[in-house]
């Protein structure tokens, strides 16, 4: 039995309240934007790369609890990663929300999107706003859509 | 409410069952209605006894499934008042019937210069082809507004303004499936007529709902898909005029379509068969002229009263009990779609919980991105009734919609 307490942990709701880095990054020379077709959720991801490091990185757009929160912890959790270990985090995330498995033992306020696994119609929600952002960092100028069979 | 109305829940098995843990209210009509079991027992009858392909056959079952879809064709003529059932081309739905007309209609008669008119408020289905068809022949594309707010009326002063001679061909939507706005269909025809333009009625969300007469309203086509009105999905029809029918090429190429083939000419047969290329779709037409009976046994009348009804509680419970709700639409004289937006819940979370307590709601643009735009939203929330809704069930989604924001703004 699916509990929605699992899916809507009060970390998601806290950041789908109070999303951080919620802005356009003025010194940002990375952009990557995502969107849902099928129901139109838009996120905006602001990336301030240095060499390899995401220095900074913030986001805005439209998108439902799981959608903001999943890309407001993102922020947090990616800001001064390389985008090899960004990379790495996605894919422990990717892993949590198909699977409800946890790739590392920490994954910090990132385990709060375990539940996603159980709502396979939310999963990607909780992965739009980092395929924008791996794409901004690449430097792909294609905006992401989570209608790729990556997902 | 004639005797038809009594058991009409039990006539829906598929209402009968718990999801997560609570009785099914389902409220996702806008998308696709339910089945009666008549519907589904016509659909296993007929590949229990009389399945065959239809025209080509001598034998018994050919004779019996041609038959069979044949009388569909004059069972969906009657049910729209056409004048004969020559009119009427069995489709995929209402999509694949707006892109023959916009194909086998447009292709032939636009040209640049020439304007297609369309409104706001059209779902993706009657704006993309014409989209298309604009690039194809380099006519234009212009919009009757919707007026500013939350009513989602068309703009009828605005009418005289865009609905010029240019105006070569007129699509709009009967019933808005994002606000429930109904159109003023044969306002809109008359109007159009005046100035030379045909008119493409999208009826997808009034053809099991309303009474419908497309004499009476003057449209040159109408779009309809079955699974919205009880039947199978996978069939729809276009209603034509003969005569325009008549004089336009085919759509799609193939067996049934033709009077004589060569190697390299062939002739086409008349309207209809000419617009329906290879085996149809004949157990999910003959489906759903069972659903046209059955739509008729209740009464389409006495459907769209239970509609108005239930949408006008649902809007003023709405409005009453749930904390800052935004309802869209016009409040009154409206079909059974009631969109909403709950402040500060994104509408794929409302959807999400109301799931969890089997509600079944949708969420998002509803194929209407252009709408959702002008009205500074990405998405809503969408309950749609049908008949075989209840009162009961607006006190689930009252009672679901303030837990939902409860649960969200605390
Ligand atoms: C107003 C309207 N037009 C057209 C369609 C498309 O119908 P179909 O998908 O059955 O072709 C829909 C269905 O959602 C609709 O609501």
Redo the contacts with the bound molecule.
């Keep these: 039995m699916q509990d929605l307490t699992d899916l809507y942990q009060s970390v998601i709701l806290d950041h789908n309240r109070r999303p951080r880095n919620y802005s356009v990054l003025p010194t940002a020379n990375r952009v990557g934007s995502g969107n849902n077709p099928m129901c139109g959720d838009q996120m905006t991801v602001y990336v301030r790369l240095e060499g390899d490091r995401i220095a900074d990185i913030s986001f805005q757009g439209s998108g439902c609890a799981i959608s903001k929160a999943s890309t407001s912890l993102m922020t947090i959790n990616l800001k001064g990663k390389t985008i090899a270990e960004a990379e790495a985090i996605y894919a422990g995330i990717h892993q949590l929300v198909t699977t409800g498995q946890v790739a590392e033992d920490d994954m910090s306020d990132l385990a709060a999107l375990a539940g996603v696994h159980q709502f396979p119609a939310r999963i990607k929600c909780a992965t739009l706003g980092w395929h924008a952002a791996l794409n901004a960092a690449k430097g792909e100028a294609t905006p992401a859509t989570t209608e790729k069979p990556s997902d | 409410m004639n005797a038809a109305w009594k058991n009409v829940r039990a006539d829906f098995p598929i209402l009968d069952q718990q999801v997560n843990g609570h009785p099914l209210v389902y409220l996702d009509n ?2 696709t209605s339910q089945k009666p079991s008549c519907v589904i027992d016509a659909l296993a009858n007929y590949y229990r006894k009389d399945n065959a392909n239809v025209h080509r056959g001598i034998h018994t079952l050919s004779m019996r499934a041609t038959f069979a879809y044949e009388a569909a064709r004059e069972r969906a003529a009657k049910f729209l008042n056409a004048a004969e059932p020559g009119e009427i081309v069995f489709t995929a ?4 019937s707006i892109n023959l007309v916009a194909n086998a209609w447009g292709d032939e008669n636009l040209k640049p210069g020439d304007v297609i008119l369309l409104t706001e408020m059209e ?1 993706h ?2 704006l993309v082809p014409w989209q298309l068809l604009a690039r194809r022949t380099g006519a234009k594309l212009r919009y009757l507004p919707v007026v500013a707010g939350d009513t989602g009326l068309l703009d009828l002063a605005q009418l005289p303004t865009v609905l010029t001679p240019e105006v070569k061909i007129f699509a709009f ?1 009967h ?3 994002t606000l429930g706005v109904i159109n003023p269909a044969a306002e809109l025809c008359a109007a159009a007529k005046k100035v030379g333009a045909l008119t493409v009625v ?1 009826a ?2 009034s053809a099991g709902h309303l009474p419908l007469d497309v004499r009476a309203m003057g449209c040159d086509f109408l779009a309809v ?1 079955g ?2 009105m009880c039947g199978p999905t996978g069939v ?1 029809l276009l209603y034509g005029r003969k005569t325009l029918l008549d004089a336009m090429p085919p759509y799609r190429g193939g067996g049934s379509m033709i009077s004589s083939v060569e190697y390299f000419e062939s002739k086409w047969a008349p309207a209809p068969a000419k617009f329906e290329a290879g085996t149809p779709n004949i157990a999910d037409v003959i489906a759903l002229a069972r659903a046209m009976d059955y739509l008729d046994d209740l009464g389409r009348e006495a459907i769209a009263q239970h509609d108005e009804k239930l949408a006008a509680l649902a809007y003023a419970r709405l409005l009453d009990e749930v904390p800052g709700i935004r309802i869209l639409g016009p409040a009154h004289h409206r079909s059974g779609v009631v969109s909403f937006d709950l402040p500060g819940v994104h509408a794929h979370d409302v959807v999400t919980m109301a799931d969890q307590e089997g509600v079944a709601l949708r969420g998002g643009h509803h ?1 209407n991105q252009p709408l959702m735009k002008k009205l500074g939203l990405s998405s809503t929330s969408r309950a749609s009734f049908y008949l075989y809704n209840t009162e009961a069930e607006i006190d689930r989604l009252v009672a679901t919609l303030q837990k939902i924001s409860k649960f969200f703004t605390g």
């Design positions: 806008a998308a739905g209402t999509t694949d779902h289905s009657n939507t019933v808005s499936n999208d997808a969300q898909s699974h919205k729809g194929c």
